[in-house]
């Protein structure tokens, strides 16, 4: 479907228009002219034409003759538009322009995921003041999550959108990437290629030259391949339950010209939007197009998938999810399939064989709900540490890999809802011991805890102020404190890379369950373990010098991490070891507000 640049020399052009009475192609390679060699020829509910003059970089639309009106359409299918919006064009473009570099990546199993979400957008501090940012500026910083040691970045949706900035929720053209983020002069890119292009050669990979960066579609593709030669995963999220809310007469919404029956969507509204019509298989061929063309022609390793209870709930279409997880399945195993269903619903994840959806992973909202109360209760001393216990159990999931949980997310910190982390844990002051240390907790309890992690753009970083998709200066990611070495950023940035590092070192903290050692809400502390290695998090104020605590065997335990050791003080801790008696009881040194990690 849409328009394929042939081998030999030109392009076809298919589109599905079932009650058009003509569709003609109108692009550089006819002069835009509408007559008889324009017009495409109908085969059932679909038209399809050659034509030789085609080439990669042509613009063109098609021209759709209806019973209620005649006019220009974009392709559903276009893989670029031009940027000058409301009047861009549909860009033809030869997928094979673009030679990657990426042949000696591998996915990572799933259970061994750290996924990292951001905002291409929003990502990158220094031209947020002047404009949004752009697929090339997120590149510049895979430096930066390479040292962090997540192995996966996860980007909000980067379809086209009609509005000035967006959150990505609202896309209306499904295989373009957003023109705006993409570099449009030839200058401009070189000047990009001269910074990105290091990277590359770092990794013992050829530079990219500006032909073959040409374009939006292929700078995200840079993106993606610089990520994987650095050994980063990336995730798209896609919007299969509704679209836009900006609809135009050129977009899909009344694509063959009918007067109040939309060919792509029901009547049900969402988010602003319109529910896809899931009850039309051509529908549904068209999201699980889309879902393969991100996999297969971009090299994305998994697919977040937004409000997948929006598609059973309201487009009773629990079958559909079938389809596509299914089909996906077949285009690339290895693709990681997550989704986000509201409440929490195991089924998601159960086999298409059990009557589940067979998605891989679920979000799950019970760990995030229990540290964010925690840090709200331990102002006042008694935060429940028994409901994060609770959380750390995952009932009704079968793998602790099958949950993709967090503490911050796009939803929660976005300006105007939730606190960030950090204010969370002082309000009166985000950067205060206050702060820094229960911020430590919560970002313990996220990696070490069962499920994939999921961390947010700047939690790294100690951010405390929330993010937005606009240009306000004031919501942006803080890459001051790591740029300029403040020395509480750095620490924390320190503190979460090794975090991530001994998570990498501990087979047991990708993959085990939790088996709740301890928890008492009176003391503030909790222990669990995950085979052979016990976590223990106090949200007390004080440090404990001798607190007796069960663990799973007796004999010496080591002390392999103290979260006391990222600040400007001296450490409370154990001397490296603990000992458990034949009772399988220990004694030992809980420092206040603070995370141990001990092993046999």
């Not at 020829?41 to 003759?65: C, L, T």
């Not at 199993?109 to 752009?134: M, N, S, T």
């Not at 980067?158 to 023109?179: H, I, K």
């Not at 809310?245 to 969507?265: A, N, P, T, V």
Request: with cysteine; hydrophobic share 40%; charged share 25%.
């Amino acid at each position: 479907m849409g328009a394929s640049v042939v081998a030999g020399g030109g392009a076809t052009f298919r589109v599905w228009a079932p009650r058009a009475q003509a569709v003609h192609v109108l692009g550089d390679f006819n002069d835009w002219r509408r007559d008889d060699a324009s017009l495409l020829v109908r085969h059932d509910d679909r038209w399809a034409g050659f034509f030789e003059r085609a080439k990669d970089g042509d613009e063109y639309m098609f021209f759709v003759e209806g019973e209620a009106s005649s006019g220009q359409k974009r392709d559903p299918y276009a893989r670029e538009l031009t940027p000058e919006w409301p009047d861009s064009h549909c860009v033809v473009r030869d997928p094979s322009r673009y030679r990657w570099r990426d042949s000696d990546f591998r996915t990572p199993p799933f259970h061994e995921f750290v996924i990292y979400q951001l905002h291409v957008g929003a990502f990158d501090g220094p031209d947020r003041a002047h404009r949004v940012a752009k697929f090339l500026d997120t590149a510049l910083r895979v430096e930066h999550l390479a040292r962090l040691g997540i192995n996966a970045v996860q980007l909000l949706p980067v379809v086209e959108f009609q509005t000035t900035f967006s959150l990505g929720y609202n896309g209306t053209d499904y295989f373009s990437p957003e023109m705006d983020y993409g570099i449009h002069s030839a200058a401009e890119l070189q000047r990009y290629l001269d910074r990105v292009n290091p990277l590359f050669e770092k990794r013992g990979a050829p530079p990219v030259t500006v032909a073959e960066a040409t374009g939006a579609m292929n700078q995200l593709k840079v993106l993606i391949d610089l990520l994987h030669v650095w050994g980063i995963a990336v995730i798209l999220d896609v919007v299969y339950n509704h679209a836009g809310g900006d609809f135009d007469e050129k977009s899909i919404y009344f694509f063959d010209r009918q007067r109040d029956d939309s060919l792509y969507f029901s009547k049900d509204g969402w988010a602003g939007g319109l529910v896809f019509a899931f009850r039309k298989p051509e529908v549904r061929q068209f999201l699980v197009d889309n879902a393969r063309y991100w996999l297969t022609e971009f090299h994305f390793d998994g697919l977040r998938y937004d409000e997948v209870s929006v598609i059973d709930h309201t487009g009773h279409a629990w079958d559909f999810c079938q389809d596509l997880t299914r089909s996906v399945r077949h285009a690339k195993p290895e693709a990681l399939q997550n989704a986000e269903y509201w409440p929490v619903n195991s089924w998601v994840v159960k086999s298409i064989d059990e009557g589940g959806a067979g998605f891989d992973t679920t979000q799950h909202d019970a760990l995030r709900i229990a540290v964010r109360d925690a840090l709200r209760e331990a102002a006042f001393g008694h935060p429940r540490m028994t409901a994060i216990a609770d959380a750390l159990h995952l009932h009704g999931f079968t793998h602790a890999w099958q949950t993709v949980p967090c503490t911050e997310n796009h939803d929660r910190v976005l300006r105007d809802r939730d606190d960030r982390i950090a204010r969370l844990a002082d309000p009166s002051n985000p950067r205060s011991w206050y702060a820094r240390s229960r911020s430590r907790v919560a970002m313990a309890l996220t990696l070490l805890g069962p499920g994939i992690p999921m961390l947010f753009m700047g939690q790294e970083l100690l951010e405390e102020k929330p993010w937005s998709d606009t240009r306000d200066e004031s919501t942006l990611v803080w890459w001051g404190g790591i740029d300029d070495g403040d020395v509480h950023v750095t620490n924390f940035f320190r503190f979460t890379s090794e975090l991530l590092a001994m998570r990498r070192r501990l087979p047991a903290l990708r993959s085990a369950r939790a088996r709740i050692l301890h928890a008492h809400d009176d003391t503030c502390v909790l222990a669990f373990h995950r085979d052979e290695v016990v976590i223990i998090a106090s949200l007390d104020n004080v440090t404990f010098p001798s607190y007796r605590l069960p663990f799973p065997a007796p004999g010496e335990w080591r002390e392999v991490f103290n979260s006391d050791a990222y600040d400007d003080y001296a450490p409370a801790g154990n001397g490296g070891r603990a000992f458990a008696g034949d009772d399988h009881h220990a004694d030992i040194v809980i420092p206040a507000n603070a995370v141990l990690v001990f092993t046999r």
